[in-house]
């Protein structure tokens, strides 16, 4: 009974270093493995796969890898190659990866960026722009108004040149600060 109440803490809780440092190290030793090519299962060899992120249990003994194929095509067929290859990349990250037991694999499909890219179309959808557009005050805005609210160069330079003289006038009350101790006397 003990067990089942430590898991269910353990369900909410964010992941500690140590998981976190062995999902990567394991996610650098696949991604490695990948690289290189060495299967024997031709269909796992023809495959270009990249490894974005490993999320290990709180006990290290299971590993979720999430992953993607290049071009995003045939993801479901990777995915049952690895499935059928987990016994032999499990051994071989055993070797790659200094831990007393090997997680086991499991390997799901990375629909993050996917997810990321749905997001995307959204917030440039003509409707979202258009609904920041009411947020922002700026559906009362009219184009007669763009001439009316333009600068005018004049204007600034006086505002400038007042600015300047302001300068000039503090630098003066510094200099009777410094030489009499107190300003204005």
């Known amino acids: 009974m003990a067990n089942k109440k430590r898991?269910?803490?353990?369900?909410g809780k964010p992941p500690s270093?140590?998981?976190?440092?062995?999902?990567e190290e394991l996610r650098h030793a696949l991604a490695d493995l990948f690289r290189r090519g060495d299967f024997h299962d031709p269909e796992l060899s023809a495959l270009n796969l990249t490894?974005?992120?490993?999320?290990?249990?709180?006990?290290?003994?299971?590993?979720?890898?999430?992953?993607?194929?290049?071009?995003?095509?045939q993801m479901e067929e990777a995915k049952v190659a690895l499935r059928r290859a987990s016994a032999f990349l499990r051994g071989q990250v055993a070797r790659l990866v200094n831990l007393r037991h090997a997680p086991t694999l499991s390997f799901e499909i990375?629909?993050?960026?996917?997810?990321a890219h749905h997001i995307d179309n959204i917030l440039h959808s003509p409707a979202v722009a258009r609904d920041l557009s009411r947020v922002n005050g700026d559906d009362d805005h009219d184009e007669d108004e763009d001439e009316d609210d333009?600068?005018?160069?004049?204007?600034?330079?006086?505002a400038s040149a007042s600015d300047e003289d302001d300068a000039e006038d503090d630098e003066a009350g510094n200099d009777e600060q410094d030489?009499?101790?107190r300003r204005g006397s």
């Open 51 to 73: 490894v974005t992120e490993v999320r290990v249990s709180p006990d290290l003994s299971n590993a979720t890898v999430f992953f993607s194929t290049l071009g995003g095509g």
């Open 7 to 11: 898991g269910a803490i353990n369900a």
């Open 150 to 158: 333009s600068w005018d160069e004049d204007e600034d330079d006086d």
């Open 110 to 115: 990375d629909t993050s960026f996917e997810y």
């Open 17 to 23: 270093q140590r998981q976190l440092r062995v999902g």
């Open 179 to 181: 030489k009499g101790g």
